[in-house]
């Protein structure tokens, strides 16, 4: 199988991409971070690591970065998946960091879904599967612009769903809550508990596994309450999240 993922230097992309080695696949990766040690073995030329940064607006970059696409595909598996975020008060975070949150969560997953149908290289029965948060399922204080982007990709998945399924292609959305990744860690508020995250291992399993006639992809118990409850209780579940990440970044200056 092909693979092609966004961020997997760290956290979920990491995970995703040692489950697809292990299980002898040809795996591309596109990450800001260069091909760092460790990365897992496989079979040669199993293993395509694209220094790009997904924030950057070069158009030479961007050619460059679509034709080692179209090289190393087509692709049965497609998981954008790098985000970054910004959290604190909204007023007190530089409007620069704000326009980077989106144009790496929101901008550059459509560019590269863009991308990979117009040059055709998404494989007859593709997977592609858009990394959102269970933020898009309630108010997210304390990190607006990050909620915001996750949303728009949110929508972006459900507008795409159809007319790419009259190609052949399955689009899915991944609704995750927070995970064990060093990502959370330096966003959440300090000693928020870890043992309440979710390895991201666990929830690459069920992106490798998924049925591919699921469109919404939560990983555990704790993500379809959160999801049921910002559905019908949102005022609430936004109160929630306000205590949870809000109020605790306030109460560390932040």
């Not at 049965?76 to 409007?95: C, K, M, Q, W, Y």
């Not at 790496?104 to 998404?122: D, G, I, T």
């Not at 409850?229 to 970044?249: E, H, Q, S, W, Y």
Request: charged share 20%.
């Amino acid at each position: 199988m092909r693979v092609l993922l966004s961020g997997g230097a760290s956290g979920l992309g990491a995970a995703l991409l040692h489950a697809c080695m292990a299980r002898g696949d040809q795996v591309t990766v596109i990450d800001a971070v260069p091909d760092p040690q460790g990365a897992p073995e496989g079979p040669a030329g199993g293993l395509a690591w694209l220094c790009h940064d997904l924030g950057a607006a070069d158009p030479v970059a961007w050619a460059q970065l679509e034709t080692a696409l179209v090289d190393r595909g087509p692709f049965d598996l497609v998981v954008l998946n790098a985000g970054i975020s910004a959290t604190g008060r909204f007023e007190h975070i530089p409007l620069a960091d704000h326009r980077q949150v989106s144009r790496v969560n929101l901008r550059a997953p459509l560019q590269l879904a863009m991308v990979l149908q117009h040059r055709k290289a998404l494989a007859p029965g593709a997977r592609l599967v858009f990394v959102a948060s269970l933020s898009c399922f309630t108010g997210y204080p304390g990190a607006a612009s990050y909620a915001a982007s996750k949303d728009g990709l949110a929508a972006f998945a459900r507008s795409l769903r159809r007319p790419l399924r009259q190609a052949g292609v399955v689009v899915q959305l991944l609704c995750p809550g927070p995970m064990d990744t060093p990502h959370a860690a330096r966003h959440a508020p300090k000693r928020a508990g870890r043992e309440r995250r979710m390895p991201p291992e666990r929830v690459a399993k069920l992106v490798l596994r998924a049925s591919p006639r699921r469109f919404l992809l939560l990983p555990g118990t704790g993500a379809h309450l959160a999801a049921l409850l910002g559905r019908i209780a949102p005022r609430t579940m936004t109160r929630i999240m306000g205590r949870v990440l809000f109020d605790k970044l306030k109460q560390q200056g932040r």
